[in-house]
T-cell receptor, first 111, second 121 residues
């Protein structure tokens, strides 16, 4: 039973435009949410996080939005750059401990 | 920032062999370590959570006797894949967390190693 879903396996965006990656979760107990970027054969690299007490967190070109009622979070990258091309995973957890990952979205930013 | 070292990065061995993967926290005390497994084009699947000095907690469907986890110190956890078979071939990743994370010294709750690619022939 999947706790976290990323329904878009891939996304292609032109350089300079906005990339929007989406993630849905099932358990309203989750209280901490993260986005990771991953290259093949490497461990995930942390991008940005948000706790359940907020609905938005911004860090440079990256913004995470949390909609608790819809159990949905999204990652916005503006402007997108070719170096952003990677697989992006959302992760959700509670008690700041165990986290569950979505299946990932492969982002391709075209020059 | 926090550094987690995972070794080896790649293992190729024959079916029936037992393989040990190490996960070390280099600059912080990791009270908790997590082991994940990733199949091609799929998600990171949490296998087990290990707390220093106690038995690991395994996720549903993960065989405890197949995947032995030891977390004997605050800087080292090991995953041993016993009597490995081709279906155990996968990418295994560890992550580590500790009190420093909970105090807000780091901006993420756990820090990942670079993973181990296990191939069983």
């Amino acid at each position: 039973d999947q706790q976290v879903k990323q329904n878009s396996p891939s996304l292609s965006v032109q350089e300079g435009r906005i990339s929007i990656l989406n993630c849905d979760y099932t358990n309203s107990m989750f209280d901490y949410f993260l986005w990771y970027k991953k290259y093949p054969a490497e461990g995930p690299t942390f991008l940005i996080s948000i706790s359940s007490i907020k609905d938005k967190n911004e860090d440079g070109r990256f913004t995470v939005f949390l909609n608790k009622s819809a159990k949905h979070l999204s990652l916005h990258i503006v402007p997108s750059q070719p170096g952003d091309s990677a697989v992006y995973f959302c992760a959700v957890g509670y008690n700041f401990n165990k986290f569950y990952f979505g299946s990932g979205t492969k982002l391709n930013v075209k020059p | 920032g926090a550094v987690v070292s995972q070794h080896p990065s790649r293992v190729i061995c024959k079916s029936g062999t037992s393989v040990k993967i190490e996960c070390r926290s280099l600059d912080f005390q990791a009270t908790t370590m997590f082991w994940y497994r990733q199949f091609p084009k799929q998600s990171l699947m949490l296998m087990a959570t290990s707390n220093e000095g106690s038995k690991a907690t395994y996720e549903q469907g993960v065989e405890k006797d197949k995947f032995l986890i030891n977390h004997a110190s605050l800087t080292l956890s090991t995953l041993t894949v016993t009597s490995a078979h081709p279906e155990d071939s996968s990418f295994y990743i560890c992550s580590a967390s500790g009190a420093a994370f909970n105090r807000g010294q780091f901006d993420q709750p756990q820090h990942f190693g670079d993973g181990t690619r296990l191939s069983i022939l």
